[in-house]
């Protein structure tokens, strides 16, 4: 299964390190940061995953939840997560789905057989409270994901849709944003009261309207 941005996101009901977990559920209203891995006791995924939990936080600000994936067991993951602990200076504090089955993997399409038949690749899904997919980033094992990128695709996603505008190049909450297109100039002016700066006819900016 291939999933595009846009798409309703499947449930499932899987075993976890905190039990089993029935995912709509579990999401809530909330965002999710869904996050897989090729399996446990990797060292690339132990950083994240002690990052994540550091994080986590963070996430919550934003009505966002974590979660992560790899396709060894419960057993496994407890030990996994004993040494995430200790070589990160952390405590996990989010579930890790025991997908042994590779059941979720299969519906999220997290199994690339040109890459590896046997292991999930490392992709992030964002999924939104309506269980709509996003934004996915997909990496090879070698890089580790940098998760304050999440974290400002979040603050994005968040600000974008409920206003009528854009976030330009390596936007930071509190920086300057792009009115969309769809407005014309003068409408603009009157949406967005801390005013709007023309650089081009297509290409306006405006300070960011929530902050």
Not at 7 to 36: K, L, M, R
Not at 58 to 87: C, M, P, Y
Not at 109 to 118: E, Q, R, S, T, Y
Request: glycine share 6%; net charge negative.
């Amino acid at each position: 299964m291939t999933l595009q941005l846009g798409d309703t996101v499947p449930n499932f009901t899987q075993q976890s390190s905190e039990g089993e977990i029935n995912f709509y559920d579990w999401a809530g209203d909330d965002w999710v940061v869904f996050f897989s891995h090729p399996a446990d006791y990797t060292p690339v995924c132990t950083t994240e995953l002690g990052e994540v939990s550091k994080l986590k936080g963070e996430f919550e600000k934003r009505n966002a939840k974590v979660i992560a994936l790899s396709v060894d067991g419960t057993e496994s993951h407890q030990g996994w997560i004993g040494d995430i602990n200790e070589t990160q200076g952390t405590t996990v504090n989010y579930p890790i789905i025991a997908d042994e089955d590779k059941t979720v993997s299969d519906l999220y399409g997290m199994i690339h057989p040109n890459a590896n038949a046997k292991l999930t690749v490392r992709t992030v899904f964002l999924i939104d409270p309506n269980r709509k997919l996003r934004l996915t980033i997909t990496y090879p094992p070698s890089t580790g994901r940098n998760f304050l990128e999440i974290l400002r695709v979040l603050d994005s996603l968040q600000l974008t849709d409920n206003y009528s505008v854009a976030t330009p190049v390596n936007w930071q909450d509190g920086e300057d944003v792009v009115v969309s297109p769809a407005i014309p100039t003068e409408e603009a002016k009157q949406k967005f009261p801390k005013g709007v700066t023309e650089i081009k006819p297509y290409l306006r900016m405006t300070p960011q309207p929530n902050k």
